[in-house]
C-alpha cells in the first residue's frame, strides 16, 4: 500500500492545490517549472549539502535520551537534534534550500513572511551570507511583540516591513507578502516559512526537510539495526513534522504521530476548507474566515496546516493528538532537568505527548522525538508563566 501518493502535482488526496489569481499563479508556475529544473540537479544538490554541512551543521546527532527513558520505564527515547542548528532550529533548512533556488533562478530580491519572527530571523540570516537583499513582513501587533527579534533580522541586514492592515497577525503578512510577489516575481523570491500555501511550497518544503529523516533513519538504522516503531513531531504549519516523517511514510510498521496545541487542533478538529490559496483541514468560523487560535508557542498558532498532513490524517497514515499547555509546560521542565536540554515551546509539544506515550510501551519499542528548535528564545515566558501558575 502507498500513502500520500501526489497523484496530481500539488495534490495530496483532495487536500492541496493552488486557488490564487491568475498573476499569481503565473508566478508560482514559474516557480514550479525552476523547483523542478534543480531539484534533483547533481551540482545544485552537491552545493545544498555543502552548506547543510559547513554552515547549519548538520548532521545533527540523533541523541539516546537515557535518564528520559528510565525515567518512564517504557520504550526508548531518542531525540533528533534540530535545536543543534544553526540559528536554533529546523527553520533554517528549508532557507538555505529555497535561497540556493533563487541564486540558481538568478533572483537578488527575497521577500518573507514571518510571525513570532523565527523564519524571519532564519531568512534574514541566509540573505545575509549570500548578500541577497532581504524584505520580512510581519504584523505591526507581532512587530510591537517581538521587538527582539525585529532588531535581530535589522541587525542581519533585513528591512521589517511593519503590516498594519486586519489584525496585524501572521496572516496580514502573508498577505502582504503575497502582493508583493505578484507584482514582482520577475527578479524577486518568495521564501515561505513552512509546508503550505498553494503548491509548489508544500512540496518544495517537504523536499528540503526532508533532510531531517533521511539522517535520522540511517542513524537508528546503525545505533539500533532497526526503523523506530513511532516518529513523534510537533505540528504548526506542519514543516518539521513532515520532515521528520518523510522517510518513514512508506514504512507502515512506523507510527507517525503529530501533536498540536489544543487551542489550535487544526488536525484533531478541522474540516475541509480553502485557506490561503490551497485546501486543507482547518479551523474556520461560519462565514469561512479563519477562526482565532491560541498557542503558548507562537510557531504552531496557526488555524491551517500543511496539505499533505491533512491527507495522512484522513487515509489513517499519520495519527494526530493534541496537548494542553500545562502539559507542555511540565514536558519543557522535565526534558530541561533529565537531558539538560532546554527545547522550543514548540518542541515541548511533541516531548508532552512522549511523557504520555512511552510508559504504555515496552521497553524493546523505539521512539525519536523531533526537537524542532532550542528554548532560549522561550525561557522568558516559562519564567512568567511559571510565577503565574504559583501566585
Ligand atoms: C516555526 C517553528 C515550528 C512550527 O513550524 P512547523 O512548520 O510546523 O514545523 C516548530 N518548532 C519550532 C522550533 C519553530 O521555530
Given amino acids: 500500500m502507498s500513502y500520500s501518493k501526489v497523484e496530481k502535482p500539488g495534490y495530496f488526496g483532495e487536500f492541496g492545490g493552488s486557488f490564487v489569481p ?3 499563479q503565473e508566478a508560482l508556475n514559474y516557480l514550479e517549472k525552476q523547483y523542478n529544473l534543480y531539484k534533483d540537479d547533481p551540482v545544485f544538490n552537491k552545493e545544498f549539502r555543502y552548506y547543510l554541512k559547513e554552515y547549519i551543521g548538520r548532521d545533527n546527532p540523533l541523541t539516546y535520551a537515557e535518564k528520559l527513558t528510565e525515567k ?3 520504550a526508548k527515547i531518542y531525540l533528533k537534534r534540530e535545536d543543534l542548528n544553526h540559528t536554533g532550529s529546523h527553520k533554517i533548512n528549508n532557507v538555505m534550500g529555497q535561497i540556493l533556488l533563487a541564486k540558481r533562478m538568478g533572483v537578488k530580491r527575497i521577500i518573507a513572511e514571518t510571525g513570532a519572527g523565527q523564519h524571519g530571523v532564519a531568512t534574514a540570516t541566509g540573505c545575509a551570507m549570500f548578500g541577497m537583499d532581504c524584505v520580512v513582513y510581519m504584523g505591526a501587533e507581532d512587530v510591537r511583540r517581538q521587538a527582539l527579534n525585529v532588531f535581530r533580522m535589522e541587525l542581519l541586514g533585513a528591512k521589517v516591513v511593519s503590516v498594519s492592515n486586519g489584525q496585524g ?3 496580514d503578512a502573508v498577505d502582504a507578502a503575497l502582493t508583493d510577489y505578484m507584482e514582482s516575481y520577475e527578479h524577486t523570491f518568495y521564501l515561505l516559512g513552512s509546508a503550505v500555501g498553494p503548491h509548489p511550497y508544500p512540496t518544495m518544503v517537504k523536499h528540503f526537510q526532508s533532510v531531517i529523516s533521511e539522517e535520522s533513519k540511517a542513524q537508528i538504522l546503525e545505533k539500533e539495526g ?3 516503531d513511532a516518529v513523534i513531531a510537533c505540528a504548526g504549519g506542519g514543516s518539521n513534522a ?4 518523510a522517510h518513514y511514510i512508506d514504512k507502515p510498521s512506523v507510527r507517525l504521530i503529530g501533536v498540536e496545541p489544543d487551542k489550535a487542533p487544526t488536525l484533531t478538529e478541522g474540516v475541509p476548507a480553502e485557506i ?3 485546501k486543507t483541514l482547518a479551523l474556520i468560523d461560519e462565514d469561512g474566515n479563519p477562526k482565532k487560535t491560541y498557542s503558548i508557542a507562537a510557531g504552531l498558532d496557526y488555524p491551517g496546516i500543511g496539505p499533505e498532513h491533512s491527507s495522512l490524517k484522513v487515509s ?3 495519527e494526530y493528538y493534541s496537548v494542553t499547555n500545562e502539559e507542555v509546560l511540565e514536558a519543557f521542565q522535565v526534558l530541561c532537568k ?3 536540554v532546554i527545547p522550543a515551546l514548540e518542541s515541548a509539544h511533541a516531548v508532552a505527548y512522549t511523557l504520555k506515550l512511552a510508559p504504555t510501551l515496552d521497553k524493546e519499542q523505539l521512539l525519536i522525538v523531533n526537537v524542532s528548535g532550542r528554548g532560549d528564545k522561550d525561557v522568558q515566558e516559562v519564567f512568567e508563566l511559571l510565577k503565574q501558575k504559583k501566585s
Avoid: D, N
Avoid at 513532515?242 to 516523517?245: K, M, N, S, V
Fill in 242 to 245: 513532515i520532515g521528520a516523517f
Fill in 226 to 228: 532497526r526503523l523506530p
Fill in 72 to 74: 518512564l520505564g517504557g
Fill in 169 to 171: 497577525r501572521l496572516k
Fill in 338 to 340: 533529565e537531558e539538560g
Fill in 316 to 318: 489513517g497514515r499519520a
Fill in 276 to 278: 490561503h490559496g490551497f
Fill in 22 to 24: 491568475p498573476q499569481l
